[in-house]
Structures are given as structure tokens and as C-alpha cells.
């Protein structure tokens, strides 16, 4: 019988979770599926989804570290961001912490990478910012600091 292979639980050690993941690759390369075969692969691909859930948190990531992790994920070298932050010196500097990312190096840096400014902040911060900016709106067009942004 098909259930015969892995039991319709989700995976409580890293064993069953490989068992489970050979069984899904077994029905992958089947190609034409039953549709009981296809329930059964949807229902162990939710099992192992909610497993790496639970068990695999992947860190948040931001700021510096997310360059450093940015400039290996694409192989790249301190000279391939030059036109980011005009000098190598600069790039080691922020590299190795003794100087800041700007406003203007997270906006480049953005767009080098195809990706959204906020994933250099860590997620509290980019809530802090929004707020801060909402405020300072209010308080310029309405006179509404005290009432709206005074938290």
C-alpha cells in the first residue's frame, strides 16, 4: 500500500524527515501520478513544510551582515562596490564596522541587488522609521505631533 512508506505524521527527527523526502522524490520521478498518489505527495509536502517550519529557523539578517552575506551569495570583491561607495577604503571600512551605512549606500546598494531598501534595517527599526516619518508628516501638514505621535 502506498501509506505503507511513511506514515502520515509529520517527521519528528531529522530521520524521518530524509525518509520522507526520498518518498516525495520517489512519487517526483514517477512523473504521471495517481490521484490518490498526488494527495499523498500534496500531504507529505505539508508534513515536511510544516517540519522545516518548526525546525529550521532561518536568522533575520541585516545591515552589515546582510552585505557581507550579499557580496558571498553573489561572489563578488570589495572593488565591485566602488560605485557604490566611491572608494575601496570605504567598502573595507564598512565592512569591518568602523563606519556606517548611509541613507545613500542602502539606497544604491538596493537597487545594485534588486532588492528593497528595508531588508538592510532589522524589522523593528523599518517600524520605527515608518512611524517617525508618519509623524513628521502629521506635524507638518496638520499640527497633530502631541495627539498622534507623542507614543
Not at 526520498?22 to 505527495?41: A, H
Not at 525546525?55 to 533575520?60: E, G, K, M, Y
Not at 508628516?137 to 505631533?145: C, D, N, T
Request: glycine share 4%; hydrophobic share 35%.
Amino acid at each position: 500500500m502506498l501509506t505503507d512508506s511513511v506514515a502520515l505524521e509529520s517527521p519528528r527527527a531529522s530521520e524521518e524527515l530524509l525518509a520522507t523526502q526520498e518518498v516525495i522524490d520517489s512519487l517526483i520521478d514517477q512523473g504521471k501520478l495517481t490521484p490518490d498518489e498526488q494527495d499523498y505527495l500534496n500531504v507529505l509536502g505539508t508534513l515536511v513544510y510544516e517540519y522545516e517550519e518548526k525546525h529550521n529557523t532561518i536568522p533575520d539578517i541585516y545591515g552589515v551582515k546582510l552585505l557581507q552575506a550579499m557580496i558571498v551569495e553573489f561572489g563578488l570583491r570589495q572593488k565591485d562596490l566602488v560605485p557604490i561607495f566611491k572608494t575601496e577604503s570605504i567598502v573595507s571600512e564598512v565592512l569591518s564596522g568602523q563606519r556606517k551605512l548611509t541613507v545613500n549606500h542602502i539606497r544604491k546598494l538596493a537597487e545594485f541587488f534588486h532588492i528593497s531598501p528595508a531588508a538592510f534595517f532589522e524589522s523593528s527599526e523599518v517600524d520605527f522609521r515608518r512611524h517617525i516619518s508618519e509623524c513628521d508628516y502629521s506635524f507638518r501638514k496638520h499640527s497633530l505631533w502631541q495627539s498622534n505621535c507623542d507614543r
